[in-house]
């Protein structure tokens, strides 16, 4: 299986440094991490697909362990059986014995069965998610700066614009950076809602049930 490629923030430099050559390095990261966080919260570019993993008669909750320096923003299908679950909203539901049909997300990466599996299984159960990058990773998956370095980067110079009482202050470039920033995401949501292209990753990755 395929590793994620991944790459350091300071791959990103050059899309910023020319615009803020005085801007301390580590402010620079700081701020793209920051970006790139919010660009796959709101874009939703970056899907996780588990491996088939077991289930256990009268569990009905599972969690999905991300992987390292990574965090999962939503849940977006749950997979049993090779059917689709349907999800359920925050109703009180009872933990009976059945074949689950149903899903219901606690937190993102935490899902209930509905119902709970009554008996164990091997191999039947799959998610996908949607993660991002963990406010403190040192690296991201390249894809985010080979596909959407640039808008990221329009993200990180509009918070380093803001930044107030500097030499690169500018809240005019900040307001354009911003524009910027926020049309580039709603570009690339309104396209994943349509089905995507090549923009986003689907991954598979090891069981972390």
Same mark, same amino acid.
């Given at each position: 299986m395929a590793r994620l490629l991944?790459?350091?923030?300071?791959?990103?430099?050059?899309?910023?440094?020319?615009?803020?050559?005085? +801007?301390?390095?580590?402010?620079? @990261?700081?701020?793209?991490?920051?970006?790139?966080?919010?660009? +796959?919260?709101?874009?939703?570019?970056?899907? !996780?697909?588990?491996?088939?993993?077991?289930?256990?008669?009268?569990? +009905?909750?599972?969690?999905?362990?991300?992987?390292?320096?990574t965090t999962v923003v939503a849940t977006l299908e749950v997979h049993f059986r090779d059917e689709v679950l349907i999800p359920l909203d925050d109703r009180v539901v009872r933990d009976e014995p059945g074949t689950p049909a149903f899903y219901q997300v606690?937190?993102?990466?935490?899902?209930?069965?509905?119902?709970?599996?009554?008996?164990?299984?091997?191999?039947?159960?799959?998610?996908? %998610?949607?993660?991002?990058? !963990?406010?403190?990773?040192? %690296? +991201?998956?390249?894809?985010?700066?080979?596909? !959407?370095?640039? @808008? @990221?980067?329009?993200?990180?110079? !509009?918070?380093?614009?803001?930044?107030p009482n500097e030499e690169w202050t500018d809240p005019a470039r900040a307001n354009v950076a911003l524009a910027e920033f926020n049309e580039g995401m709603a570009g690339i949501r309104i396209r994943e809602m349509r089905g995507g292209t090549g923009a986003r990753l689907e991954m598979n990755s090891p069981s972390f049930f």
């Open positions: 991944t790459v350091g923030w300071r791959e990103f430099l050059p899309l910023l440094q020319s615009s803020l050559p005085r +801007c301390p390095v580590p402010l620079i @990261i700081s701020e793209l991490r920051s970006a790139a966080v919010a660009f +796959c919260r709101r874009t939703r570019v970056w899907r !996780h697909v588990s491996d088939l993993t077991d289930v256990y008669a009268g569990d +009905c909750r599972y969690v999905f362990e991300p992987p390292e320096e606690e937190e993102p990466g935490v899902v209930r069965l509905v119902p709970c599996p009554r008996e164990d299984e091997s191999g039947v159960l799959r998610t996908v %998610n949607v993660l991002a990058p !963990h406010v403190l990773a040192r %690296n +991201c998956p390249k894809f985010l700066l080979d596909s !959407h370095g640039a @808008i @990221i980067a329009a993200g990180a110079r !509009h918070k380093l614009f803001m930044v």
